[in-house]
């Protein structure tokens, strides 16, 4: 991993801060995901193989959770999710509204419909408090999204759930690594799907997805499902999809995975000077900053602020002038999408969702960010707040520098 250290704190102020650079990352594994590759190119075995085998090994023990099959992407891990309980026209899913669309067209596509509720103000995930008032007799699942990297209050989920015999599959897209409770996420609900796409903590070279269950008949049926119901050969017992993952993304993954702890530490280390940053300037009223729930780890695939005075398309112009990258996840809720308006939530019904996809702000977080970037963002958002009541030596100068050293761990 590259060093966390300024570069040059003097003529760094014109220099960019990406929003996520992969680049970075590739760079320090080049040779090990070359040779990895080379190795596939040879063995000629391009589709599942060892591999995905190795790959779901590693996976399954990593997450503390029986079996792990691998799949395409993290869309179709939630498509087979829901395929394996025969999710279909006339049921019901409980989805957020604040999500990736993923998380509700896996429901849609099989006929079924998406149930939207509301979230936490502070974490984004969705409200537990308020999943049993959406609960129906049609309720087939529930897919709490563990979202920027903390997982949802699955207790209360899986409890109520449990007592109206409904699955819980976890959207652990954004999630690999978080904790709940002492368990990892892809251990805490009946199957657990993750993404491997690249902006992901653990980023394939392409499209990668896996589902984690402990119960065996689920994890063979998820096996089954992913290769057109197949077993034997040109005999299908289900109708199922084509979601082989491909030997390539299975090596780059299985030459990763032995780094992630310790990105997701470097992730943790950033996500706590940005939050001592922002304290020391005195801006946290109007930048609201995450929250982390007790009992929880967070792996900060996202740092997500909420921008509380109106103004966060502003704040985001201001800082796309000085060359930092930010992102909205997700300016738009799926109830609000054009291609949801048939399932009548009018503009209001989520007000939680709502506030959110107009106040979140994504700001630069990756393993490789270095402290001198980091610190350039959070004098660049002061800047935007407080540069007419406090001098700009306060906030970029040495007391600023101070401060940020002081939250270096
Ligand atoms: C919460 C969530 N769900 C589902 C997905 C879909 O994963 P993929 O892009 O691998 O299909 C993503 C990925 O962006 C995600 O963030």
């Known amino acids: 991993m590259s060093s966390p250290q300024s ?9 960019s801060v990406p929003l996520f650079d992969i680049s970075r990352q590739h760079q320090t594994l080049h040779a090990e995901i070359m ?8 063995s000629g075995q391009f589709i599942l193989g060892p591999d995905v085998v190795e790959l779901e090994k ?3 023990e990593y997450c503390g959770v029986k079996h792990a099959v691998a799949c395409a992407s993290g869309s179709d891990a939630l498509l087979l999710a829901l395929m394996a309980y025969d999710v279909g026209p006339g049921d019901e899913v409980i989805v957020p509204s604040y999500t990736f669309f993923a998380t509700a067209s896996a429901v ?7 149930v939207f509720v509301d979230i936490e103000a502070d974490t984004c995930n969705l409200d537990a408090a308020l999943v049993a008032a959406r609960i129906t007799p049609r309720t087939k699942a529930i897919i709490p999204v563990h979202l ?5 209050d699955m207790d209360v989920l899986r409890e109520l759930a449990e007592t109206r015999g409904i699955a819980v599959i976890e959207d652990a897209c954004q999630a690999i690594g978080a904790g709940y409770r002492g368990k990892s996420a892809g251990a805490l609900g009946d199957i657990a799907c993750f993404s491997f796409y690249p902006t992901k903590n653990l980023g394939a070279y392409g499209d990668a997805g896996l589902m984690t269950t402990g119960d065996d008949a689920l994890a063979d049926k998820l096996k089954l499902l992913r290769g057109h119901g197949m077993r034997p050969r040109y005999y299908h017992q289900l109708v199922g999809i084509n979601s082989r993952l491909d030997s390539m993304q299975a090596a780059v993954l299985n030459v990763k995975l032995p780094y992630l702890e310790r990105w997701s530490d470097a992730r943790r280390e950033r996500a706590a000077r940005y939050t001592a940053g922002f304290q020391a300037c005195g801006v946290s009223d109007v930048v609201r ?17 909420h921008i509380a005075d109106g103004r966060r398309d502003e704040l985001r112009a201001y800082l796309a002038e000085r060359k930092i990258g930010t992102e909205i996840y997700y300016p738009v809720p799926l109830h609000r999408q054009e291609c949801f308006a048939h399932l009548g939530y009018g503009a209001g019904s989520l007000p939680v969702t709502e ?14 960010l270095t402290f001198d970037e980091q610190d350039r963002v959070v004098a660049a958002i002061a ?7 406090a001098p700009r030596a306060m906030l970029t100068g040495p007391n600023f520098l101070k401060l940020a050293d002081g939250v270096r761990r």
């Open 383 to 389: 800047d935007y707040y407080v540069a007419q009541s």
């Open 58 to 60: 590693r996976t399954a």
């Open 355 to 368: 506030r959110a996809a107009a106040e979140t702000l994504a700001l630069p977080i990756f393993p490789e």
């Open 7 to 15: 570069a040059s704190a003097g003529s760094a102020a014109s220099a």
């Open 148 to 152: 920027y990297g903390q997982c949802a």
């Open 108 to 114: 849609t596509r099989l006929g079924a419909v998406p």
């Open 35 to 42: 040779a990895a590759l080379e190795r596939v190119c040879s």
């Open 289 to 305: 900053l995450p929250v982390v729930r007790p009992e929880r780890r967070h792996v900060w695939n996202q740092y997500v602020v």
